[in-house]
């Protein structure tokens, strides 16, 4: 039924094709999450009870779905988040996804565990673009990265200071498979001594959006 993208009508439909075309470890990998997925699920609920609540009769002649997220005006309140590896899944990867929020007016969002660089990326688009920064290695290599994605125009940092350990994927237990970025992922112990004093220190010399994630606790960013 699901042969091509043109034979998908929503989320679900994407999800079936991507299960039908993919190996099953690399689907699984992407389509999983850690331990026994509740945090997922209670994630996908969550979205599910989002409503979208029309203004009717407010006298619309042109549609305008553009917004601002961290000073960058886009075209659509939607935009593609940073999401590692994506060669897994396409040859093109972060190039394929950067060149179409280009197309669409979008944000552009590229890991450090992307399979394209950060200059790649902004040789290729101009669209705005967030670079996500997993903490690790050690302070050098924390501020050298930020560093090189404001040299690359950047529009925003992303740091991401939940990942003192890699979670427990059963589903890539399940299927033997093990990624390349965590066979290599030595240098995280430098996020478990991370702080707001290193948050301090990365804000005096990068003036650009900081995005913290993932905080849990409301009274945390009263530090921020």
Not at 22 to 27: A, E, R, T, V
Not at 88 to 94: A, C, I, M, P, Q
Not at 125 to 141: A, E, H
Not at 189 to 211: A, N, V
Request: aromatic share 10%.
């Amino acid at each position: 039924m699901f042969g091509s993208v043109h034979n998908c009508n929503n989320v679900k439909d994407f999800r079936e094709l991507a299960k039908k075309k993919l190996p099953s470890p690399i689907f699984h990998y992407i389509d999983g999450a850690a331990d026994d997925e509740i945090t997922y699920k209670r994630n996908t609920d969550a979205f599910d009870t989002c409503d979208l609540v029309p203004n009717v009769l407010s006298g619309v002649d042109e549609i305008d779905m553009s917004t601002t997220v961290m000073g960058q005006k886009i075209d659509m309140p939607l935009y593609c988040a940073p999401t590692a590896l994506q060669r897994l899944f396409h040859y093109e990867g972060e190039i394929g996804v950067a060149k179409a929020a280009e197309k669409f007016g979008t944000m552009f969002g590229i890991s450090s565990l992307g399979t394209a660089s950060i200059e790649e990326i902004s040789n290729l688009v101009s669209t705005p673009k967030l670079f996500q920064l997993y903490v690790r290695g050690n302070q050098n290599w924390v501020d050298d990265q930020i560093k090189n994605a404001i040299d690359c125009n950047y529009a925003g940092i992303c740091l991401t200071v939940d990942l003192d350990a890699y979670g427990r994927r059963e589903r890539d237990l399940a299927k033997r498979y093990r990624t390349t970025s965590r066979q290599s992922a030595s240098g995280f112990e430098h996020q478990m001594r991370f702080s707001w004093k290193d948050i301090d220190r990365i804000k005096t010399y990068c003036h650009l959006p900081i995005i913290i994630n993932i905080v849990l606790k409301k009274k945390i960013l009263i530090n921020f």
